[in-house]
């Protein structure tokens, strides 16, 4: 099992939760991203940058990842391409996405999309909390521990 990471828009609180938790599994992760990226020193941590584009992190995530792995991400297509994958699909703020949340999540992105572009101001997720970062922190650790990788 491998985590990936789709870098671009994780926030620098979750990478360092994922720092911690790669050395502590000896799991290997690998953060993608289209711009260059820090990552500390370790035999278990990579980052990739892929060219500029739309989606092109993510269809690097997708195209290398094989069932089983965990993907760490707030985008609903590339969790739902995990799924469909057989992967895991984890967001920032520490929901799953699931065979059987997948679709809601899509409709709901799909309708938010659209009210943006008839003019509708709509407003962004709230700011990371500490709530979330311990969400976050809780699920991985016990997704980690289910894989006997904790």
Same mark, same amino acid.
């Given at each position: 099992?491998?985590?990936?990471? @789709?870098? @671009? $828009?994780?926030?620098? *609180?979750?990478k360092?939760?994922?720092?911690?938790?790669?050395?502590r599994?000896?799991?290997?992760?690998?953060?993608?991203? &289209?711009?260059?990226?820090?990552? +500390?020193? #370790?035999?278990f941590?990579r980052?990739?940058?892929v060219?500029?584009? %739309?989606?092109?992190?993510d269809?690097?995530?997708?195209?290398?990842?094989? $069932?089983?792995d965990? *993907?760490?991400?707030? @985008?609903?297509?590339? $969790?739902?391409d995990?799924?469909?994958?057989?992967?895991?699909?984890? &967001? +920032?703020?520490?929901?799953f996405y #699931?065979?059987? &949340?997948?679709?809601?999540?899509? #409709? *709901?992105?799909? %309708?938010?999309?659209?009210l943006?572009?008839?003019?509708?101001?709509t407003?962004? +997720?709230? +700011?990371?909390?500490?709530?979330?970062?311990?969400?976050f922190? @809780?699920q991985?650790?016990?997704?980690?521990?289910?894989?006997?990788?904790?």
């Open positions: 099992m491998n985590i990936w990471v @789709d870098a @671009d $828009a994780c926030p620098v *609180v979750i360092e939760i994922l720092y911690r938790a790669a050395e599994s000896q799991i290997a992760m690998t953060l993608v991203a &289209n711009k260059p990226l820090r990552s +500390p020193p #370790s035999r941590i980052a990739i940058q060219s500029r584009g %739309f989606d092109v992190a269809n690097e995530i997708a195209r290398r990842m094989e $069932a089983g965990l *993907v760490i991400t707030a @985008d609903i297509p590339l $969790a739902a995990v799924i469909a994958r057989g992967g895991h699909a984890l &967001n +920032p703020r520490g929901e #699931s065979a059987d &949340n997948i679709r809601e999540c899509l #409709s *709901v992105r799909d %309708f938010m999309e659209k943006r572009e008839t003019g509708v101001q407003e962004g +997720p709230a +700011p990371l909390d500490q709530t979330d970062r311990k969400r922190a @809780d991985l650790d016990r997704f980690l521990s289910r894989q006997g990788r904790a």
